[in-house]
């Protein structure tokens, strides 16, 4: 392995893994400004406990976020120092915007919030919450933005003195067309995650039998709000697999095993494919699928891979354009088919607990709480699959992964970063999980308990 | 005034806020297990940054998103050139966040408080390490690539660089801590100050006068001079029991001890041994367009966060008392 395969499975385990809790942190904000403004205009107190209880854990997951996070924004000028003196006059715009409009107004007003409910009135406290939701969600645009950028670059020239790409348009950057349809992707996706992380947390509640009137509650509003999303995600998604059409052809092609070009493609379910030779030994398909999905017509042209490269070997020189066909084909699938049964799960789950219902068979619990898994499942095949997809490009059509290394940086130097944020990350994954466990194990507090754990140690008071 | 100037004070003004807010921050972690006798003395010292650490530390993030913004190439050639120690950074900030926030919800604290303790003193150290270097300036090719070793960023003037901030950082906890605790807490912190004052006027008071030397202005003794008045002004206001007076003292000489380092770099970002490869404000930074928009967006926001960090800070300005009768 070189210092650039080494900088990719860094980049690769450190952003898969960030983006395990940004989803969750994104989802859940909503949700827990949701139950406080429950409570805030009922006055029911159900309310206030939900908002606790999910609280405590939605600042658990939060704590992840924002540490893995540094990392993410170090690492493009650590490991990619090339990348980032091309990119830096557009890229860097959205993050720096990222932290100055997002990131600050999360951070401080979590910190109002977490420490503010004896400071502030009811009104303000819940003002906060809401601040720092809208923060985090707002973060999501700017990095999806930079993000789409490399999917897509508009708004920008190279400068042929330089040879790097010049911004010349922040607003088509920030209205481009993949991040229109990106950001939807991505949120709804957060509001899927969130939902079946509180309606497992719920049904691990509801099935010992403890506050069943409360988690009732919360399980029946949490599948709502994964069925809606799921439905968000589907739609967005579509429209996100037509624009790629247009704009990645090659990464849709991959991600279909579509070989050749073809009119009236179908929607390959499940195929084995031979990449060397480009084609497939087996393709079950869903007759024109893929051109309906792709062009809204039975009969739509839609690109393969191999015509893609000979097409792309005109366009930019010799070279390999294709993704890893296996990678793109099986992470897309299991993106889709993750994120259904989620939805799925939902549905069952909605329709188990209707007019007041609450199912005896403790499987139907059981299947909520490891459901918690399917969207963080979905999210980073999703993620794997768009990155993975988009190679042998960083951004596509401009500049090529190899050409993005920093050369200064050799192999010991990455192998130690890699296994050093490797190992730290894991077992940081363990204290969180632990952690989140005993919380969830704790339950909520009973109506009117003080805040302040009860132990031998003073309360502290500003 | 020239865009690039703007951003190059931005800069100044991002990393300076992030010295002085995440300042104290490190130094309550790192007079921690000295102060924290007992479990009680610990989580009023955590509890004393609790709502305001992670604003703090969003003044790192956006200092290196502006740059990678405003001065692509110095990002590019900082962050690669300074890998590992960036890396360990890296690591001690992850580790100390979780623990700041994970330490309340633990059964067992102990692992908890040794994370917070060396995720402060880490980077409270290697900034001033990379600062120094930074000012002092590091071998660049003409790609503007870092050509040195990590053994390369570890002279001695980097290494007293480092000192220089971990004392400066330490006694900005210790009269924080002066600041927002009461009783014996703050007394044992009154006591720390003096020892911990000297240190850094004659540490940082080295580091300065060195760095003077080395690559000053005659301006810049300007700033020197307001640092070591202002440290020994921290001084003295703590030995009076003046607490606030002694927090915006050191809060100066963190102001002047920032201004120091930019004002030696400028017009550089990031001085090469051969200067024929040096990064400048002209060379490094992005578009003229791009620090346009840049501008546009920091004119609106900063006053903005300022705004609300502020009032973060008025809403927890009380001392941290124990209640009495409390649970």
């Known amino acids: 392995m070189d210092v650039l395969d080494l900088s990719r499975w860094q980049f690769g385990i450190t952003t898969v893994y960030h983006f395990l809790f940004v989803p969750l942190t994104i989802g859940l904000s909503i949700i827990v400004a949701g139950f406080q403004t429950a409570w805030h205009r009922t006055g029911n107190p159900a309310y206030l406990r939900l908002t606790k209880f999910f609280g405590k854990l939605f600042l658990i997951n939060f704590a992840m976020g924002v540490v893995t996070g540094i990392v993410q924004e170090f690492q493009f000028g650590m490991n990619w120092s090339d990348y980032s003196r091309f990119v830096g006059d557009v890229f860097g715009a959205p993050l720096a915007m990222e932290g100055l409009m997002a990131f600050f107004l999360e951070s401080t007003f979590l910190g109002l919030w977490i420490f503010g409910w004896d400071k502030l009135s009811p009104r303000l406290h819940l003002a906060t919450i809401w601040a720092a939701a809208i923060g985090t969600n707002l973060s999501a645009y700017f990095i999806l933005a930079a993000n789409s950028w490399m999917q897509h670059p508009v708004g920008y020239r190279l400068n042929p003195v330089t040879g790097r790409a010049e911004l010349t348009d922040i607003w088509a950057v920030l209205t481009n067309s993949t991040t229109l349809v990106t950001f939807p992707h991505v949120i709804f996706g957060a509001f899927v995650t969130a939902g079946a992380f509180v309606a497992g947390v719920s049904a691990w509640h509801l099935l010992r039998k403890k506050d069943v009137e409360l988690f009732r509650v919360s399980a029946r509003t949490a599948m709502t709000v994964t069925l809606v999303a799921s439905i968000g995600v589907a739609l967005s998604g579509h429209w996100q697999a037509q624009i790629m059409t247009e704009q990645q052809p090659m990464k849709m092609a991959a991600a279909e095993a579509l070989w050749e070009d073809e009119n009236s493609a179908g929607f390959s379910l499940f195929a084995v494919g031979d990449v060397e030779n480009g084609r497939n030994h087996i393709n079950l398909q869903i007759p024109y699928g893929l051109s309906l999905l792709s062009t809204n017509t039975l009969d739509g042209h839609v690109e393969g891979v191999n015509d893609i490269q000979t097409r792309y070997e005109a366009a930019y020189g010799p070279g390999d354009y294709k993704p890893v066909v296996g990678i793109a084909y099986w992470s897309f699938r299991l993106m889709i088919g993750f994120g259904m049964l989620a939805a799925l799960l939902a549905l069952a789950g909605l329709w188990a607990t209707r007019r007041g219902r609450l199912p005896d068979n403790p499987w139907f619990h059981r299947l909520a709480i490891l459901g918690i898994g399917l969207p963080f499942l979905a999210n980073s095949m999703g993620w794997i699959f768009t990155e993975m997809g988009r190679q042998p490009w960083t951004v596509f059509g401009i500049m090529r992964t190899a050409a993005a290394v920093s050369p200064g940086v050799d192999v010991t130097e990455v192998a130690i970063t890699l296994v050093g944020f490797t190992l730290v990350y894991a077992v940081l994954a363990v204290v969180e999980i632990r952690l989140l466990l005993k919380f969830i194990r704790i339950g909520p507090d009973a109506e009117g308990e003080p805040d302040q754990p009860t132990d031998t140690v003073p309360a502290l008071s500003y | ?327």
């Open chain 2, 1 to 327: 005034m020239e865009l690039t100037t703007v951003w190059f004070l931005l800069i100044a003004v991002l990393w300076t806020g992030y010295f002085v807010l995440e300042g104290f921050d490190f130094g309550v972690g790192i007079l921690l297990p000295l102060l924290g006798r007992d479990e009680s003395d610990r989580r009023t010292l955590v509890r004393s940054i609790g709502p305001v650490w992670d604003g703090n530390e969003v003044w790192l993030i956006v200092a290196g998103g502006a740059t990678f913004a405003a001065f692509p190439e110095w990002y590019a050639t900082l962050f690669s050139g300074f890998y590992l120690p960036l890396f360990l950074i890296l690591l001690a900030l992850i580790v100390r966040g979780v623990a700041l926030e994970y330490r309340g919800k633990s059964d067992s604290t102990r692992g908890w408080d040794r994370a917070f303790f060396w995720g402060s003193l880490g980077p409270a150290f290697l900034w001033g390490v990379a600062f120094a270097n930074i000012v002092r300036g590091v071998p660049l090719d003409a790609d503007h690539e870092y050509t040195g070793s990590l053994l390369t960023l570890l002279n001695p003037y980097a290494l007293l660089g480092g000192l220089a901030t971990l004392t400066l950082f330490t006694l900005h906890g210790a009269v924080f801590i002066r600041l927002k605790t009461d009783g014996e807490l703050r007394e044992r912190a009154g006591r720390l100050v003096r020892v911990i004052g000297l240190a850094a006027l004659v540490i940082g008071g080295a580091f300065l006068v060195t760095t003077q030397l080395m690559v000053g202005k005659p301006a810049t003794w300007g700033s020197v001079a307001v640092a070591a008045v202002a440290i020994a002004g921290a001084l003295v206001a703590t030995l009076r029991g003046r607490d606030g007076w002694s927090f915006a003292a050191n809060t100066v000489a963190i102001v002047a001890v920032t201004v120091t380092l930019f004002a030696s770099l400028w017009p550089n970002v990031m001085p090469a041994l051969d200067p024929a490869n040096s990064l400048t404000v002209d060379n490094a930074s992005s578009t003229s367009y791009t620090l346009t928009v840049m501008t546009w967006v920091a004119v609106i926001f900063m006053p903005l966060v300022l705004a609300y960090q502020g009032w973060t800070y008025w809403v927890f300005r009380r001392r941290l008392t124990r209640v009495p009768g409390g649970s």
